[in-house]
């Protein structure tokens, strides 16, 4: 088991919003676990039973007590760090909105009659997280025995690129899972491209001491086309200096001259989300 519990971002504000959005998605589900009445906002339903409303309640509701804390805990790893870079209103509608566009992806392609809960869009958090931080190390603690226990850090792009995987496969292989998969795999894309979208129009920057994953990407791309230059240079000056040596030193004229050297997410019960 892996289990990410912190990350190394710095933040300029408190993760007000964030911490409020914890709350209220726990008192929530406080209400959701105890009554029936509340399936109706709680719970996203396909066909008849759909409501508004559910493309949002759905996010607060949980199937029990481990999928309620699982999901807060990835949501307060991640979430504080975009919140603080976001600003509250704007990191709350960024969450509504990775909410309900997965909900409309999976009342078109989903495989369950109902789902409820906020993974997906904690997916879409995470997916943000890439974008902004994508080389700051993220601590994970792992338990496979008792004596096989620990933790270490490792930079967020490898955490993130893991669970994705993990729900392609499990949509791939899973058939009639409990797990929203498709919530998950959605979310992500559509957190990853808000994020994305908001730098591009420079609605937010990065500051000095941090790197995109876009500058991530252009810097490694500078990397290697400065040193494919260095290569050419170094590869031309040595053709040039292996002519030199053969004018200098001609060959006999009966020996053929050699040429330069060359450079180098089921069934009736709702799927959990």
Do not use: C
């Not at 290569?231 to 001259?257: I, V, Y």
């Amino acid at each position: 088991m892996f289990f990410p519990y912190s990350v190394d971002v710095p933040m300029e504000r408190r993760p007000i919003a964030n911490w409020l959005l914890i709350a209220a998605t726990v008192i929530g589900s406080i209400f959701f676990f105890g009554s029936e009445d509340f399936d109706h906002v709680f719970v996203l339903y396909r066909g008849e039973d759909f409501r508004i409303i559910q493309l949002l309640g759905s996010l607060i509701g949980h199937a029990g007590w481990a999928h309620l804390l699982g999901n807060m805990a990835f949501l307060f790893v991640f979430g504080n760090a975009i919140n603080a870079k976001l600003g509250h209103v704007l990191y709350l509608l960024v969450y509504a909105a990775i909410g309900i566009v997965e909900g409309l992806v999976w009342l078109v392609v989903g495989n369950s009659e109902a789902t409820l809960g906020a993974s997906g869009a904690i997916m879409g958090i995470i997916g943000a997280f890439l974008v902004m931080y994508p080389r700051n190390d993220v601590s994970v603690y792992f338990w496979f025995t008792l004596a096989w226990k620990g933790t270490f850090e490792i930079s967020a792009y490898w955490v993130v690129l893991t669970y994705v995987a993990f729900d392609i496969w499990g949509l791939v292989s899973s058939g009639d899972s409990a797990v929203n998969y498709v919530a998950h795999i959605v979310g992500a894309i559509t957190g990853f491209g808000i994020m994305s979208g908001l730098l591009a129009t420079k609605i937010i920057t990065s500051d000095s001491d941090e790197m995109t994953l876009f500058e991530v990407l252009k810097d490694n791309s500078a990397s290697k086309k400065a040193a494919a230059g260095r290569r050419a240079r170094r590869g031309g000056k040595k053709n040039s200096d292996d002519s030199e040596d053969w004018t200098r030193f001609p060959a006999p004229s009966d020996a053929p001259r050699s040429s330069p050297p060359a450079s180098r997410q089921g069934g009736s019960k709702p799927g959990r989300n």
